[in-house]
């Protein structure tokens, strides 16, 4: 599975990537996100609570970031564990592009499950992802430039 989003953000690159690399700001942004540990500048671990039509399962991950083109590029790779439901890895590349006051957040990201969570089907898993990833960047938008949930 793929996903590819472009989301223009009200704050400049350097606070747009800041935030990306805060475990506050991403516990808060994260749907169903319990816990997030920064281990090192490039290590995360995470809980996160999800349901996916009739599966609701706790993961456990790590996340790896790969800074090199920061802060205008960057990677990530991550796994994480539901136990009986399945596990999930997968990775993103991300762009942050400088316009004017505001950045232009790219993202492109791949995904694959396995186990129960894998059974409910291909459409299931893609449009709850959308919708994952679309409350993710609503919420990250507005905690970065608070002024966003105003209008929002």
């Known amino acids: ?13 350097d606070r747009v990537y800041e935030a990306l690399n805060d475990p506050d700001v991403l516990q808060e942004c994260i749907p169903g996100c319990e816990e997030l540990v920064k281990h090192s500048d490039t290590e995360m671990e995470a ?4 349901k996916i039509g009739p599966v609701k399962a706790r993961f456990s991950g790590n ?12 990677s990530l790779v991550g796994q994480g564990n539901g136990g009986a439901a399945g596990q999930a890895k997968g990775g993103a590349d991300v762009t942050l592009t400088e316009d004017g006051d505001q950045t232009i957040l790219t993202y492109t990201a ?14 299931l898993i893609q449009s ?25």
């Open 47 to 50: 809980k996160v609570l999800l």
């Open 63 to 74: 996340v790896i970031l790969d800074q090199t083109g920061a802060p205008e590029k960057f």
């Open 1 to 13: 599975m793929e996903l590819n989003d472009e989301i223009v953000i009200n704050a400049p690159r």
């Open 128 to 152: 709850t992802s959308k919708k994952l990833a679309g409350n993710f960047f609503k919420k990250f938008a507005a905690v970065v430039d608070p002024e966003e949930e105003k209008t929002a």
């Open 110 to 123: 791949k995904a694959d499950v396995g186990g129960k969570i894998a059974q409910l089907g291909s459409r």
